[in-house]
């Protein structure tokens, strides 16, 4: 038997995260997490570090022959992440 005053598991997960103000710091790392899934293997392997600021996602690579691919396919992998999150997270992508 459920109660009528009883709210699902996710519902109250998603009110706990918003009140302690947790969104920000849980779609930045679902970013990370896509980067990797989204770009394969290869490119995981030559991230050195990424992180956002504002709604910019900074990539530092060891490789600059995959910076430079990356470069020319930057607005595709905007879209394809923002896709991925159900909204617009990020609004460029800077390579180094």
């Known amino acids: 038997m459920r109660l009528q005053n009883t709210n699902s598991l996710k519902n109250l997960i998603a009110q706990l995260?918003?009140?302690?103000?947790?969104?920000?710091?849980?779609?930045?790392?679902?970013?990370?997490?896509?980067w990797d899934e989204l770009l394969g293997v290869t490119v995981a392997k030559n991230t050195?570090?990424?992180y956002i600021q504002g709604r910019t996602l900074f990539?530092?690579?060891?490789?600059?022959?995959?910076?430079?691919?990356?470069?020319?396919?930057?607005?595709?992998?905007?879209e394809q992440l923002n896709k991925k999150m159900g909204k617009e997270i990020i609004n460029a992508l800077e390579l180094h």
């Open 48 to 50: 050195r570090k990424k």
């Open 17 to 34: 995260i918003k009140e302690e103000g947790l969104e920000e710091g849980l779609q930045h790392a679902q970013i990370y997490a896509l």
């Open 59 to 78: 990539v530092y690579l060891n490789s600059s022959v995959v910076r430079n691919q990356l470069f020319m396919m930057r607005q595709d992998i905007i």
